[in-house]
Nanobody, 117 residues
Framework: QVQLVESGGGLVQAGGSLRLSCAAS????????MGWYRQAPGQQRELVAS???????NYADSVKGRFTISRDNAKNTVYLQMNSLKPEDTAVYYC???????????WGQGTQVTVSS
C-alpha cells in the first residue's frame, strides 16, 4: 500500500515563498513520476509541476520561473519550492505519484496554500 504525506502549506503574503514536501511510503517501482496538482474553489484540478525519476521536469505555464520541483529518490520525496507567490496561487495542493511498474496512481490528502494580497 502506497501512501503520500504532504506538508508545508500555509498562509503567506503575495510575493512570499513556501516549500511543499510529499513523502511516499510503501512499495514503489523505481521508474515513477511524482507531481503536484492544485485545485481552487470551483475550479478543476490542474497540473502544477511534475518530475520523472530520471529528473526530467514539466511545469504549467502559470508557474514557470516561480516554482521549482525537485525530488530525493532515496527518500521517495518530492518538493515544490514556490516563490513570488500570487493570490491566484491559492488552492489546495495535491501530491500525485504514478508508479511505472504497476500503472497505478496515488494521491495525497492535500495541503492548503493561501496567498493574501
Amino acid at each position: 500500500q502506497v501512501q503520500l504525506v504532504e506538508s508545508g502549506g500555509g498562509l503567506v503574503q503575495a510575493g512570499g515563498s513556501l516549500r511543499l514536501s510529499c513523502a511516499a511510503s510503501g512499495s514503489i517501482f523505481s521508474m515513477n513520476v511524482m507531481g503536484w496538482y492544485r485545485q481552487a474553489p470551483g475550479q478543476q484540478r490542474e497540473l502544477v509541476a511534475s518530475i520523472i525519476s530520471s529528473g526530467s521536469t514539466n511545469y504549467a505555464d502559470s508557474v514557470k520561473g516561480r516554482f521549482t520541483i525537485s525530488r530525493d529518490n532515496a527518500k521517495n520525496t518530492v518538493y515544490l519550492q514556490m516563490n513570488s507567490l500570487k493570490p491566484e496561487d491559492t488552492a489546495v495542493y495535491y501530491c500525485r505519484l504514478f508508479d511505472g511498474g504497476t500503472g497505478f496512481h496515488y494521491w495525497g490528502q492535500g495541503t492548503q496554500v493561501t496567498v493574501s494580497s
